[in-house]
């Protein structure tokens, strides 16, 4: 494994982190935490240190999971969560960003994982206008003045939302997560640029494109199930399994796994600090976290 710091937190993160939407539920598969537990104890062996999650990953239950398995090695893992919803079922969540309701939200994250601070605390896809509510940086602030929080960033919700990076060092967030592949490099032309001028550490999600950079898919796939991915599928999906294939043929290297090959492509622009793919078995965390070997 490798490791970058994490923009100006000083925090040395491995460079494949664990995303965690999978354990949620809403990706067609419900998790036990014997489960979960094999998929993090690969990782941790693997020297994976960084986890991301949100609250609304289920009603805190990807985070319940996850502090089942950390509670006992807290100080070996890294974690960052989210606020910002309120789960009510599949696909289906309210938004709250106002202070208090962020405060609660937190004390929740808290007491799910199992533990008394988190290290990155991420505005889960906030709105420009809820970026703004009156009080919640300050709010946020207060938090990490009480130890619950170590640092806070930023999951924006637009790959092009210059509005929010250019202003995250105001309002004292450290970190992005924005949507970035080989598929979706709009980032790098505004958001990537930013968060190198302002020291901000980068997360990549959905660096897999939601598995149709994972080498498993050819185009004419229909994704079928109660899942995210199925909810998805239409023209634009094909259109991409197309972009997908001629990407095999032209850039991967011959014996290379594709899904490796698209995690080190994102790892190869510097200003990325991390990716973040989710991963359903043990088997998929080797994978994903062998991508390591393949960048300098």
């Given at each position: 494994?490798?490791?970058?710091t994490l923009?100006s ?8 982190g ?6 949620g ?5 419900d ?5 979960v ?5 690969t990782?941790?062996d693997?020297?994976?240190n ?10 805190h239950?990807?985070e319940?999971l996850?502090?089942?398995y ?13 606020f ?11 938004r709250?960003?106002?202070?208090a ?19 990155i605390?991420?505005?889960h896809?906030g709105t420009?206008?809820?970026f ?5 940086w ?14 806070f ?6 790959n ?5 990076t ?9 970190t992005?997560?924005?949507v970035?592949s080989?598929l979706?490099?709009?980032p ?6 930013q968060c ?5 550490g980068?997360?990549?999600r ?6 149709l ?5 050819k185009?004419g ?5 109660t899942?995210v991915?199925a ?5 634009v ?9 001629k990407?095999?043929m032209e ?9 490796a ?12 600090t ?16 062998s991508?390591?070997d393949?960048?300098?």
């Amino acid at each position: 494994m490798k490791y970058r710091t994490l923009g100006s937190t000083g925090l040395e993160v491995s460079v494949v982190g664990v995303g965690t939407w999978q354990f949620g539920g809403e990706w067609g598969v419900d998790f036990t935490q014997e489960e979960v537990d094999a998929i993090l104890g690969t990782a941790k062996d693997a020297g994976i240190n960084l986890i991301d999650t949100a609250e609304c990953y289920g009603d805190h239950l990807s985070e319940s999971l996850i502090g089942g398995y950390i509670k006992n090695q807290r100080d070996k893992w890294i974690v960052a969560t989210k606020f910002g919803h309120h789960y009510h079922g599949f696909m289906d969540r309210t938004r709250h960003f106002d202070p208090a309701d962020m405060v609660k939200q937190l004390d929740e994250s808290l007491k799910s994982l199992k533990t008394d601070y988190i290290d990155i605390y991420q505005m889960h896809s906030g709105t420009n206008d809820e970026f703004q509510i009156d009080g919640l940086w300050d709010a946020l602030q207060r938090q990490v003045e009480k130890g619950k929080i170590r640092h806070f960033g930023l999951s924006i919700s637009g790959n092009d939302n210059i509005f929010q990076t250019s202003r995250a060092k105001n309002i004292g967030a450290e970190t992005i997560q924005v949507v970035y592949s080989r598929l979706d490099r709009e980032p790098e032309l505004g958001v990537l640029p930013q968060c190198e001028k302002n020291n901000l550490g980068v997360f990549a999600r959905v660096p897999l494109a939601s598995g149709l950079l994972s080498g498993k898919y050819k185009p004419g796939h229909i994704f079928t199930g109660t899942n995210v991915r199925a909810s998805r599928a239409n023209q634009v999906t094909q259109d991409r399994l197309n972009e997908v294939a001629k990407i095999s043929m032209e850039e991967v290297p011959e014996g290379v796994p594709m899904a490796a090959w698209a995690l080190a492509w994102c790892l190869k622009n510097n200003v990325v600090t991390a990716v973040i793919p989710g991963s359903k078995t043990p088997e998929q965390v080797l994978a994903n976290a062998s991508a390591a070997d393949l960048i300098d």
